[in-house]
């Protein structure tokens, strides 16, 4: 992958995002599976072509030195950073869990205010789950729990409902029957297996969920001024809401979609003929 450095960092800021302590093992990581195989691959194939600038990597870079502060303080019990391995149809699937104690497995995220907000990702679930799966063939796992470093926690808004006490909490995971994690893993190889002889533009898409789509909605507002009265899902609502309470001259605005991920997150992005085709062909 290429490194721009747009804005001019100190060559000791761009060394630190340039290193990756990273090293793959086995044929794919949990996180690997988590990961849409069309992103996966589309990375595999094109990383030496692919360019992205070091202030886009900043916040991986405190995420690193998150988990590095952490995995440095002593445990007398606990497991820190070990990386184990299980079969799943041929392949050898790899997971390091942040730390194991007491029969507690927890994942170090370090992230924003509203992946707490909003509640647990899905996909964060499921990658505690399969941590879990790994690890208890080796230990008894009676918890999972994630404890999320919150980058832009505002101490002035902690008295406002559902928003945390403070910039560090821990989130309980629902934790999976064994053999529904078994099925999930299978399902995920299986995928991903299939994706590696897929030409390009047979690669499956991303669920609307993978590339964070918003919907287009429809916001109904008084003739000339900014806000909304009702934001809804379809012009045909939109319409008959409109009909029903605005007493004033009134205008449907538009709001349209985007895929969140596509548009702006996506390091590969540049070789997928779905972002192509949605962003500069107008598709949809």
Known sequence: MKLT????LPQTVVSAIQRNPYIQVGDISVTGLIQPPRIRQLTSRYREEMTVDVSDRMWALFGQMFHYVLEKADTDNGIVEERLSTDINGWKVTGQADLYEDGVLYDYKFTTIWSYVYGLKIEWEAQCNMYAQILRDIFPVKELK???GLRDWVKRNSDRKDYPDSQIVMVNVPMWKPEDVHEYMVERVTYHQEAESLPDKELPLCTSAERWEKPTTYAVKVKG???????LESMEDAEAWAEQNMKKEFEIEVRQGESVRCESYCDCSNFCDFTFNKLFKGGK
């Open 5 to 8: 450095n747009n804005l001019n």
């Open 225 to 231: 001024q900014k806000r909304a009265k009702r934001v």
């Open 146 to 148: 994630i404890i999320m």
